[in-house]
């Protein structure tokens, strides 16, 4: 069955740097674009990256570009999200998804970013 596992989540200063993973199983990860999204407290969950499959192409939500980037290891079925300058509205839980006839999630990973 499709699993995803997302890691790396964590406390993180403002200004600081975390990169979430997220391995995948149950798929053909080379030919599914992979998301990341995020959910912060009081508010929905919103598309934070997507990335095509084999890479070819990129979008990122307004709120995270330059500062945030996706990218996949198609060799490791497993997605990337590298978080720079870090900012305390970046608070939330971190989930990786895919679309297979269906939406599918990992289980998330918080992120908190906090002096």
């Known amino acids: 069955q499709v699993q995803l596992v997302e890691s790396g989540g964590g406390l993180v200063q403002p200004g600081g740097s975390l990169r979430l993973s997220c391995t995948t199983s149950g798929f053909i990860f080379s030919r599914s674009g992979m998301s990341w999204y995020r959910q912060s407290p009081g508010k929905e969950r919103e598309l934070v990256a997507f990335?095509?499959?084999?890479?070819?192409?990129?979008n990122y939500a307004d709120s995270v570009k330059g500062r945030f980037t996706i990218s996949r290891d198609n060799a490791k079925n497993t997605v990337y999200l590298e978080m720079n300058s870090l900012k305390p509205e970046d608070t939330g839980v971190y989930y990786c998804g895919t679309v297979i006839s269906r939406q599918y999630w990992g289980q998330g990973t918080q992120v908190t970013v906090s002096s």
């Open positions: 990335i095509s499959s084999f890479s070819r192409s990129t």
